[in-house]
């Protein structure tokens, strides 16, 4: 018998920790963020005005699937509503169940979502690999437990494919203004002294000698990570110290799981600029890309040159700098990878129907032409897709605010569906 059993406190989290893991290796396309430790550093630092719901999906005695939610408190267009969703805000592309069993897994936590007391006013589910490992299984989930489910693009980001190709097929595919900024760049950093780029290696965190660069890490907290007024930073609108608090607090997990990475650019042995990100098997998802404050703007350009280089020598599938920034990613962009919502809105949450009026009046007409992406314009909006332009901003584009809402502690709406009007429980995907 498949039965769910929910934690909500952080510290019982560390009982499940060895199931987490086995679990996790499993997992296809699992990042860093999938992890307990991911989770404990991102509650600690964020989740202050949130609620966990981490269910764990059991077969027998078996954990054989885990979702990790939080219910946390969001500005919409309609006021503050609470939205059960994913732990990831930005922080990647992708997210989703963990566990060999997706589907069961999916099926059974949104079964026991749906049957429990609601503590949310909707349910938007984001950064859903729908084309890739998710095959549909989180809409096809929703529809199982009875739930009506809205599907929509989240975020169309720009992605640097940097397989299959080399560095002068790469070239000659971005327009001539790029190549001539990537050569002008080269040129003035260059007349700065002698260059070297270095990229952090993967290595065994019981091998005599390993070093989790800790040295590299204090550089690059120093880093101006401001490109004119906008921050080169993922993980939404929290403040950059914040935010490398929490890059600080996981480096060394991530380093022990063999998944971060610090790309610098050193000038006359000093490093000038740098990146770091997290590693999986698709890729690499950089979060945050800086220069120091004296050093010139050249020098990012001239950084991620050597970025791309590495990654095509190495054969890497992709690169990720659509979480830090249109400005640098639209530029180096030769592919581009969707990810989606899925969202329901509760029939007797009157404020959550005004949302999905709202997101269905202003949701953008589809156009039958599709524009491919070419080397004279190759630019890819990177925001979730209510940011493509102002006359398509639709009401769903919601970000976390400080404050929770009023009515965060106030009485709760006791389902009062009976067994007999759920339907039947069934595996789908």
């Given at each position: 018998m498949i039965t769910v059993a929910e934690i909500n406190d952080i510290d019982r989290l560390d009982h499940f920790r060895l199931a987490w893991h086995a679990l996790l290796g499993k997992t296809k396309g699992a990042t860093f963020a999938h992890s307990p430790e991911w989770l404990e550093h991102y509650w600690n630092h964020f989740g202050h005005d949130q609620k966990l719901r981490i269910l764990f999906i059991t077969l027998g005695n078996k954990i054989i699937g885990i979702v990790p939610f939080v219910v946390k408190p969001v500005a919409t267009k309609v006021g503050t509503m609470r939205v059960l969703t994913?732990?990831?805000d930005g922080w990647g592309s992708f997210y989703g169940q963990i566990g060999s069993n997706p589907a069961a897994t999916m099926v059974t936590a949104l079964r026991h979502i749906h049957a429990s007391r609601r503590?949310?006013?909707l349910i938007d589910l984001r950064y859903i690999d729908q084309e890739g490992?998710?095959?549909?299984r989180t809409s096809n989930s929703f529809k199982s437990v009875g739930l009506q489910g809205n599907q929509a693009v989240w975020q169309k980001l720009p992605l640097i494919k940097t397989s299959e190709t080399n560095w002068e097929d790469y070239l000659s595919s971005r327009s001539a203004r790029t190549q001539q900024l990537i050569s002008t760049s080269e040129q003035a950093t260059r007349k700065q002294g002698h260059l070297a780029?270095?990229?952090s290696r993967l290595?065994?965190?019981?091998?005599?000698g390993w070093n989790p660069r800790w040295d590299l890490w204090a550089e690059f907290q120093q880093m101006n990570f401001l490109d004119g007024n906008q921050p080169n930073f993922a993980g939404g609108n929290f403040s950059t110290n914040k935010k490398i608090a929490f890059l600080h607090d996981i480096h060394g997990p991530a380093v022990r799981a063999g998944m971060a990475r610090?790309?610098?650019l050193f000038v006359n042995h000093s490093m000038v600029a740098c990146a770091y990100g997290l590693?999986?098997?698709?890729?690499?998802?950089?979060l945050a890309v800086g220069r120091r404050n004296d050093a010139p703007r050249e020098v990012i350009t001239t950084l991620i040159t050597r970025m791309v280089q590495q990654s095509i020598q190495n054969g890497e599938p992709s690169l990720n700098l659509g979480l830090v920034g249109n400005s640098l990613s639209e530029m180096w962009s030769n592919q581009q990878q969707v990810s989606y919502r899925c969202s329901h809105f509760p029939i007797l949450a009157p404020r959550s129907q005004l949302l999905r009026m709202n997101r269905w009046i202003q949701k953008?007409?589809?156009k039958p032409s599709v524009k491919k992406i070419s080397k004279t314009d190759s630019t890819i909006v990177n925001q979730p897709a209510g940011f493509l332009s102002q006359s398509m901003k639709p009401a769903s584009c919601i970000e976390i605010i400080d404050a929770a809402p009023q009515d965060w502690s106030g009485q709760q709406e006791v389902r009062g569906d009976s067994s007999d009007d759920r339907p039947r429980f069934r595996i789908v995907g």
């Open positions: 994913y732990p990831l503590d949310w006013d490992h998710d095959h549909r780029f270095y990229r290595e065994d965190p019981l091998a005599p610090i790309d610098a590693q999986q098997d698709s890729g690499t998802d950089y953008p007409v589809s």
